[in-house]
């Protein structure tokens, strides 16, 4: 689906990789995690390959799909996975606390509604303090209050050392990040900080950034053509 597609991500940052639905942002993160197959390219994480056995316990993966057993309680499914991990125990109160879960901690996961679904495996991925954080579309579907909430925790979790790549296709969470990647139809038509990105495009504020980038990108293509 990439075309000549080439991404740094810097350690210690939070990169946003935005984009509308279908350019390509969960086939990114999919590969990144190493559960996507490729079929040429190389993808590296901390210096190995994506998907190497090594590399279980220091990157997580939270997907649009909360990846939690429905028949147990949220925090039973905590603390199971935080034993896999050998996390310490007191990691599933945090977390719980973090994504503000602690209310619904002795429900079972089929009775969640959507948002509180996708709360709970952002917490079994923040599980054992991973130094890569790999989040696609994490504050879909979340009230305002939530996701500014969420944001904070994220700019906590890069203050404490850790990676974060972060999807969405909500333009105005693009100024949150420290670096950007602006998606569409599978190629990267912007890379760099907001305030790069806003000034290669000429624009005050991101959706209007985005709207002129990809106007600028289909000229190109037609041109090229």
């Known amino acids: 689906m990439f075309d000549g597609f080439s991404l740094d991500v810097s350690a210690g940052c939070i990169t946003g990789v935005i984009g509308p639905s279908g350019c390509g942002k ?41 990846s939690l057993h429905d028949d147990l309680t949220v925090a039973v499914n905590l603390r199971h996975l935080a034993a896999l991990l050998g996390a310490p125990r007191d990691d599933v109160d945090d977390m719980l606390t973090a994504t503000d ?5 002795q429900q079972q996961v089929s009775t969640l509604s959507g948002g509180e679904r996708h709360r709970a495996s952002l917490a079994a991925a923040l599980l054992g303090h991973p130094e890569v954080l790999v989040l696609d579309e994490p504050t879909v579907g979340l009230d305002p209050e ?39 139809d599978g190629r990267a038509i912007a890379q760099g900080t907001p305030r790069e990105v806003l000034r290669e495009a000429g624009a005050s504020d991101p ?11 289909r000229a190109r293509s037609r041109s090229a053509s």
């Open 101 to 105: 879960l602690r209310a619904q901690a």
């Open 146 to 184: 939530l996701r500014r909430d969420l944001w904070a925790l994220f700019r906590h979790l890069r203050d404490g050392g850790a990676t974060l790549l972060v999807s969405s296709h909500v333009l105005d969470e693009a100024m949150r990040c420290d670096d950007l990647v602006l998606l569409r």
């Open 26 to 66: 969960t086939t990114l993160l999919r590969a990144v995690v190493g559960v996507q197959r490729t079929t040429s390219g190389t993808v590296e994480v901390l210096g190995l390959p994506a998907g190497s056995p090594e590399l279980r316990r220091r990157v997580a993966y939270a997907t649009q799909v909360a």
């Open 207 to 217: 959706e209007e950034a985005f709207l002129a980038l990809v106007a600028a990108d």
